[in-house]
């Protein structure tokens, strides 16, 4: 045996895909596998301490001002959907991400990747939508890029944004501040984004009256912030929906999370919806809702404010954090069983009967 | 679509509850044969509910599970060719063969899609002419006739470049096989309500009588499946063994006769491989004769396969209600989800993955005992976790 002792500081996993050689779509889902390639991939490739908080957005210092930072890249289809479209999504996007660091976004970088042989004047529709939900958000596009690739490359229009936004002073949102008895409120409805995407995608067009949630939450985050500077954590449940939002936040705490399913709302067609497809509605995709965990103390008030707000109107108390099991995520469900709520591992697939 | 809140009623759902505590008066097994059914258990906690004496076993009615390696294996070899669109339900994609699986193969290159409906894949076929479009036909009574309806309006339409990779099972010879093992444990069986939605109930009295068990017909929802728990006990504590149908909105004894003629033009019975169980003699269907040049089997020399089960993956009797998730040495600990030795740990309806997805926290104190302190039972252990868990004292609740 050589005399050395190991040091093990540092070290990441030297096969960090050991299942998977190559990108499946699962990588980009937003559940355990896009989890798996950013901390064992990118995080150890790029380095920093910043990164490393692995939040919605960076939190960083620049002349003693804290800023919030943050990107995301849309690749939705259809490019127009019930209630929005990929402009809205790449402004609202962003935006979210900024506001649950509890920043305002300022501005907003913006990156069109078109691709050849898509009409000039859909590109414009988007343009505009994406004009018009900046001034929405109040937040300036400041920059911009445009790139163009080949036919057959790309589906029509990618966007990507990036934002940067002030953080007020006494907002320190990070699951870390996580206590057992923290209260988890809701902002709303769950899962409206995700079917009205579904119920106009080729293939499993289905008739329901509903519409993408797309909004910007920087308002209601200020209206929640002016009764408590107090609040633990933000987060807005996007890919992988609540279910991953919940994961990510007790895993990170290191506390217990149990929800009373019941409580959780969903709108009647999205609980049809997913129960034609056999899915979950905990784990289907939002774009204008948050979930919070507040200090018991401040619960009410701030569910009283949300609720006054209208993209709160729906807010509710859906459960709290606890000692017990930390790092899982437990449902309590209607019947009164329990079960526990994973993080998906990629994208969710319609069952086959 | 209504009624959803209905089936899930916690009143109703606790009066059934409550007949079944006051009938039960001696242990009972009784087996769900759909893996839906059992997700339904799980996930609504319906095992926890239950009385201690009536235990829940799990069947082989996952058609992602017991879709024979060897099957996925030539579904994959079919899909990374370079001319093939193949094309499947959502769920097989994550199934592993020997090695990789569908999502991999789409990685690789290989043009394989995700389809809503059979005929999604025939208007592939039309649209695609220089291609082969191979469907994977996999599942059990309920699948079988609109695929089948696939292949006629194909043979019809004049179409060449459709085919379909068949692996379609049948339930009762299941049913039949698993009473005739000697390791049965089975009393009862909560029969696939959407199965008979299709074949009608007249399968299934001559082997309950046979066999002297109760046969329930049972929906896919909470208060179906209690309901379907609640019929088969009043039957077993009174020592009848019939079969009842608790699905009567959906099943008529003699099931959907424009189904049945469908299936009986394209396909004929034929012994199948059940993954994890073995060849059920009868226990599946195949293209018919007149339908052979549909056969992706027959079009594609698929030739060169080598399956390789993992030795220690123990799905085969789970799959026969001889062992429960949990109780396998590689759950949760090498068979995950995410590295999944076994169909029933990949797929949805699979009872591995349903075991490990909602009740990792009540396994988790049992398997750690055996290596440490004395763990409580998996419903002790679950009640103390949860079922006591502060949240009703919320002041905002």
């Known amino acids: ?353 | 679509m209504k009624y959803i809140d209905e089936f899930q009623d916690p009143d109703l759902a606790r009066r059934l509850l409550d007949d079944i505590h006051s009938t039960v008066t001696r242990p009972w097994a009784l087996m769900e044969v759909c893996g839906g059914q059992t997700h339904t258990i799980i996930r609504h906690g319906i095992d926890q509910l239950l009385p201690d004496l009536v235990e829940l076993i799990h069947g082989p009615g996952c058609p992602v599970c017991v879709t024979p390696l060897e099957v996925i294996d030539k579904a994959l070899e079919i899909a990374s060719r370079p001319d093939v669109i193949f094309c499947s339900f959502g769920d097989m994609l994550r199934v592993p063969g020997t090695g990789r699986d569908l999502f991999q193969v789409r990685s690789e290159g290989g043009d394989v899609r995700v389809v809503y409906s059979p005929l999604d894949a025939l208007k592939i076929a039309q649209q695609n002419p220089r291609n082969e479009v191979v469907f994977f036909g996999i599942g059990f009574e309920t699948t079988a006739p609109p695929n089948a309806m696939t292949v006629y309006q194909a043979k019809k339409l004049g179409i060449r470049n459709f085919s379909l990779l068949v692996s379609h099972v049948r339930v009762p010879p299941a049913i039949e096989a698993i009473m005739q093992s000697p390791s049965c444990r089975v009393q009862a069986f909560l029969a696939a309500g959407h199965v008979c939605s299709v074949m009608g109930t007249g399968e299934y009295p001559e082997l309950a009588a046979r066999h002297r068990v109760p046969i329930v017909v049972t929906g896919f929802e909470p208060l179906d499946i209690l309901e379907g728990v609640r019929r088969a006990v009043h039957q077993l504590e009174r020592g009848e063994h019939t079969v009842d149908n608790a699905y009567a909105r959906a099943v008529r004894p003699e099931g959907n006769p424009a189904a049945l003629a469908m299936l009986g033009d394209v396909f004929e019975v034929t012994d199948r491989a059940w993954r994890g169980i073995g060849v059920i003699p009868d226990s599946g269907w195949r293209l018919s004769a007149r339908y052979r040049d549909f056969d992706a089997e027959h079009r594609f020399s698929v030739t060169g396969i080598n399956t390789r089960e993992p030795a220690e993956c123990r799905s085969g009797e789970v799959l026969q209600g001889l062992l429960k998730p949990h109780e396998c040495e590689a759950f949760g600990t090498t068979c995950t989800p995410r590295n999944p030795l076994g169909a029933t740990m990949v797929s949805s309806e699979g009872a591995c993955a349903a075991y490990y997805l909602y009740r990792r926290l009540e396994i988790t104190p049992t398997r750690t005992a055996r290596t440490a302190a004395p763990a409580p039972t998996a419903r002790t252990a679950e009640r103390t976790a949860t079922a006591d868990a502060p949240l009703e004292a919320s002041p905002v609740a």
């Open chain 1, 1 to 353: 045996m050589p005399d050395t002792t190991l040091d093990i500081t540092g070290w990441t996993c030297p096969a960090p895909l050991r299942d998977r050689p190559r990108v499946v779509m699962g990588h980009g889902g937003g559940g355990a596998l896009s989890a798996e390639l950013v901390e064992h991939l990118f995080a150890p490739a790029f380095g920093g301490p910043v990164l490393a908080q692995l939040g919605d957005s960076a939190t960083v210092t620049l002349g003693g001002v804290r800023l919030a930072f943050s990107t995301d890249s849309y690749v939705v289809r259809p490019l127009f959907f019930p209630g929005g479209s990929i402009g809205d999504l790449a402004v609202n996007g962003t935006v979210n991400d900024l506001a649950m660091s509890g920043a305002q976004a300022a501005y907003l970088s913006c990156g069109f990747i078109l691709e050849e042989g898509v009409e000039l004047s859909v590109v414009a529709r988007v343009a505009e939508a994406l004009g018009d939900a900046a001034r929405a958000a109040g937040v300036e596009v400041a920059t911009g890029d445009t790139k163009v690739v080949e036919a057959g490359h790309g589906d029509g229009i990618y966007i990507n944004t990036a934002g940067i936004g002030i953080i007020p002073q006494g907002v320190d949102l990070r699951p870390q501040r996580v206590v057992p008895g923290d209260v988890v409120i809701v902002s709303g409805e769950i899962g409206l984004h995700g079917v009205a995407i579904m119920s106009v995608r080729e293939g499993l067009e289905f008739g329901v009256d509903i519409e993408s949630d797309c909004a910007p939450l920087g308002d209601l985050v200020r209206a929640m912030l002016e009764v408590t500077p107090d609040l633990h954590v933000l987060r807005d449940p996007t890919r992988g929906g609540l279910a991953a939002s919940l994961n990510e936040i007790a895993a990170a705490s290191g506390a217990g999370v149990v929800i009373q399913e019941g409580r959780v709302p969903v709108p009647v067609p999205v609980r049809n919806a997913c129960a034609i497809l056999g899915l979950d509605p905990l784990y289907v995709a939002n774009e204008g809702k948050l979930v919070a965990f507040v200090p018991r103390e401040h619960a009410e008030a701030v569910l009283a404010a949300m609720r006054t707000h209208p993209l709160g109107r729906h807010a509710a108390v859906i459960g709290e954090a606890v000692d017990a099991h930390p790092g899982l995520v437990v449902a309590r469900t209607g019947l009164g069983g329990t079960r526990v709520v994973d993080l998906p591992i990629g994208e969710q697939l319609p069952r086959i009967c």
